[in-house]
């Protein structure tokens, strides 16, 4: 790559597959749970994680060395969350409906593991340019799991994609409903999120053995 | 010169900074936008409302408000009167839209405070419409909404909105397939009031029946359906009195 040397450039590469925060650090499990029962939430969250992310490394990585250790956490937490807010806010002024889609995953944001993971993990020892790829790395790692999450649960649970009937109607029976297929409303509760993360994490293990973990 | 960044003094320090710069930070972003925040508000009330008298955009199944530029001048064209409803006196008032439902809910508490009601009237091809507001409680958050009625009590459109549900479940309040369940359904039985209840299992999925008080609720979306039509019977039934006077 000419752009990023290689080093850099598997700090973008390596939380997509083999250190995917979801399925390989099992962090922000909880968000994938909430918001991906259809496919526009997942993308609108992927987005949002994407931009605090990569924001909230660079800003962490720049103060690093004046952090006093005792309270990290708690200014790694201020930071998120006022980066969060000033979004929100600027957001609710010049693109209102925007931000109305995008108000019940604040929450969401804020209180995302990545998010502290990788300030802690990562930004607290590295460069800010170091740490901006990594966030956008990890935050597009969780976004792609996301994305392939929703697709599979608006597809099966609503027979939709992005609001749009792909599978037929399934009250007026045309499409694949004609031939007695049903939608499985399973697919929308939070425990089927979980069954589909699992199922991606055991997908990826048998491809990539090397991810197995031995005890 | 290296610092020792974990002795109290500094940390204290630190702390008190950071809480300084990012307070004065957020203070300064939320006082400068906040007058354009309020006109957003105002002009999606507006939209809101005669989105429920069905003066809208909308094509197949998405739900589109008339234009942000067009908004006063329809509004003013569709909406011929607004009232304020305190007790059995209604009394008109041109900025009615703009009384916060929440702050009178909360008012309404003591009970000494006359609950003020804003009731919007407009008219749409020839037919008086009746929008009344309601607002109540879902599964994370607050909920809202705008019924439009005739001069007979039947619901002529809906429009319903969120602060937090659930994207995919709860949130879906405010989707075509469960608002427009909504245009036709009667709230009044005889002369009792009935209110509309999102009903798991009416085994009526087309809505068909247009007098039984329900509509189809949405599938893992039970608490939000619940506070929904509660929120139906609680706030439509402050406005039962005055609206039975029209139907005479």
């Given at each position: ?43 609108v ?14 800003v ?49 944001i ?67 409903y ?23 994490i ?14 | ?18 809480v ?60 011929t ?125 087309k ?19 619940d ?10 039934k ?11």
């Amino acid at each position: 790559m000419g752009l990023l040397s290689k080093k850099d450039a598997k700090l973008i590469t390596d939380p997509l597959a083999d250190n995917n925060p979801i399925t390989i650090q099992v962090l922000g499990i909880c968000s994938a749970l909430a918001i991906t029962a259809e496919l526009k939430a997942s993308i609108v969250m992927a987005i949002s994680v994407i931009f605090v992310l990569a924001l909230g490394n660079v800003v962490i990585s720049l103060i690093r060395n004046i952090i006093p250790s005792k309270i990290r956490i708690i200014v790694q937490l201020v930071i998120a969350a006022a980066l969060v807010i000033i979004v929100d806010q600027i957001l609710k002024a010049f693109a209102y409906e925007l931000s109305k889609t995008l108000s019940v995953f604040v929450g969401l944001i804020i209180t995302n593991c990545i998010i502290m993971g990788r300030f802690e993990a990562f930004a607290l020892a590295n460069g800010p340019w170091k740490s901006f790829l990594d966030g956008i790395g990890n935050s597009a790692g969780y976004g792609i799991i996301l994305i392939i999450v929703g697709f599979f649960r608006e597809l099966l649970g609503s027979g939709t994609l992005l609001g749009i009937k792909v599978l037929g109607d399934a009250i007026e029976k045309t499409g694949v409903y004609a031939y007695g297929y049903e939608n499985n409303g399973f697919m929308l509760l939070a425990p089927m999120a979980l069954i589909t993360i699992g199922i991606i994490i055991w997908v990826q293990r048998s491809r990539n053995t090397a991810l197995i973990e031995h005890n | 010169m290296a610092k020792n960044t974990d002795s109290n003094l500094y940390t204290v320090l630190f702390a008190s900074g950071m809480v300084l710069i990012v307070g004065t930070l957020l203070a300064f972003v939320a006082s400068s936008l906040k007058e354009k925040i309020t006109e957003n508000k105002r002009i999606e009330k507006q939209q809101n409302i005669l989105y429920a008298m069905g003066v809208n955009e909308n094509d197949e199944t998405s739900v589109e408000f008339v234009s942000k530029s067009v908004v006063a001048a329809e509004f003013s064209k569709y909406i011929t009167k607004q009232l304020v409803i305190t007790g059995t006196e209604a009394v008109e008032d041109p900025n009615a839209y703009l009384i916060d439902i929440k702050k009178e809910a909360a008012d309404a508490k003591n009970p000494n405070y006359q609950r003020r009601l804003p009731l919007f009237i407009g008219e749409k091809d020839g037919v008086t419409l009746y929008i009344v507001p309601v607002r109540g409680k879902g599964l994370w958050d607050a909920i809202w909404g705008y019924i439009a009625l005739d001069d007979q009590l039947v619901v002529q459109g809906v429009y319903f909105d969120h602060q937090g549900e659930t994207p995919g479940l709860g949130s879906n309040i405010k989707e075509r397939f469960f608002m427009d369940d909504f245009k036709g359904e009667q709230i009044l039985d005889g002369d009792t009031f009935k209110g509309i209840t999102a009903a798991k299992g009416n085994a009526d999925p087309k809505n068909m029946n247009k007098t039984d008080f329900q509509v189809d609720a949405i599938a893992g979306a039970t608490i939000t359906g619940d506070g929904l039509s509660a929120m139906l019977k609680k706030d439509l039934k402050m406005y039962v009195p005055y609206l039975k006077t029209l139907k005479q």
